[in-house]
């Protein structure tokens, strides 16, 4: 007998088709090896935190998950140090400003947040201060822990942002400058454009968001990626600022903690019940793929997503429509 579709597999695919022709955006050539990305391309994904996925899309397609390490290397020193040791040297304040921004926040000089190159490149110092040139190797562990399966870095990418990175470098002298790294600036920078080149599809951010969901346990494996208190922490950081100064209108529009990053993707976290990723290279000027915001947009109020939806969490539509 044939299983019938699922609600939420037809309600993809419909979206799917209404958005894959929005043709607003460019693909980012910033990093010039980003350029080569087919403008076409739109995936979603969506895994359930019992371990169903629905997909449809270019799911399969690889991309460099760039921003979208950043919060899992803050979970990782979030981990290692404990929140209050993170804190003097990375704050929690959403900044309003560009993801490239080359600012602290005034007298404590810290960077605003995790989410923004100023954070994510003082997270990186602190994962050198622990494991040196090794970091890289504990950063792909833990990222292919929470997609599920073996992840490796995109060397022409790597490269590319390497060779062409110098607005980061500035951030990084900036943050020298405040001590808010100990030296080793190269060293620390190459951490976070290996971290920001690492391969994914859009099937595994889901896994590694439905693992957020999970309050940290990867729902298909069960392996244990991120303890609670990281967990925690790493969401609230995602709902204030995970997608910049667009951050507020994302909150009133969609109202689920996220994170995008330049190549294309675009992961979301609906606390306790699924993860979602979307995959579409063409991006808004503030670096947030236009496909993958609308997507969204349209997931979150036919399944009433939002965190403050009276439909979610607890109330009887999602959970009826996952038990399928
Ligand atoms: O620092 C950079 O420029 C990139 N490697 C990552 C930036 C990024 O993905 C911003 N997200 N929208």
């Known amino acids: 007998m044939m299983s019938e579709k699922h609600e939420i597999q037809y309600l993809i695919e419909r979206i799917h088709k209404q958005y894959k022709d929005q043709d607003d955006g460019e693909v980012a050539s910033y990093i010039p090896e980003l350029s080569k990305a087919n403008p076409d391309h739109l995936g979603i994904s969506i895994l359930s935190t019992t ?25 990782m020193v979030l981990e290692i140090y404990g929140a209050e040791e993170v804190k003097k040297k990375i704050d929690v ?12 926040e005034p007298k404590t000089n810290r960077p605003f947040n995790p989410m923004v190159n100023a954070g994510a490149i003082a997270a990186s110092g602190m994962l050198f201060k622990k494991y040196g040139k090794d970091a890289i190797d504990f950063i792909i562990e833990k990222y292919s822990l929470a997609a599920g399966r073996p992840l490796s870095i995109d060397k022409e990418v790597y490269l590319s942002e390497s060779t062409t990175g110098n607005r980061n470098r500035a951030i990084a002298y900036l943050l020298l400058h405040f001590d808010m790294i100990d030296g080793h600036v190269e060293e620390i920078l190459e951490i976070y454009f290996a971290q920001c080149s690492i391969l994914v599809n859009c099937h595994d951010l889901a896994c590694i968001a439905a693992t957020l969901a999970n309050i940290g346990e990867n729902p298909i494996t069960k392996k244990e990626v991120f303890d609670i208190e990281a967990v925690k922490n790493i969401m609230s950081v995602m709902y204030i600022c995970g997608m910049y100064d667009y951050t507020g209108n994302w909150v009133n529009q969609v109202g689920i903690p996220a994170k995008s990053g330049v190549a294309g993707g675009l992961l979301g976290v609906v606390n306790r019940q699924m993860g979602i990723a979307t995959y579409s290279p063409k991006l808004d000027e503030r670096g947030n793929s236009c496909r993958g915001i609308s997507v969204y947009r349209e997931l979150s109020q036919e399944l009433g997503l939002h965190t403050f939806d009276c439909m979610n969490s607890g109330s009887s539509l999602l959970t009826s429509m996952l038990r399928g």
Not at 51 to 75: A, H, M, R, V, W
Not at 93 to 104: H, R, T, V
């Open 93 to 104: 304040e959403p900044s309003g400003e560009a993801y490239n921004s080359i600012e602290l």
């Open 51 to 75: 371990g169903q996925y629905f997909e449809y899309g270019n799911t399969d397609t690889l991309f460099t998950i760039q921003s979208i390490s950043k919060p899992l290397t803050y979970g």
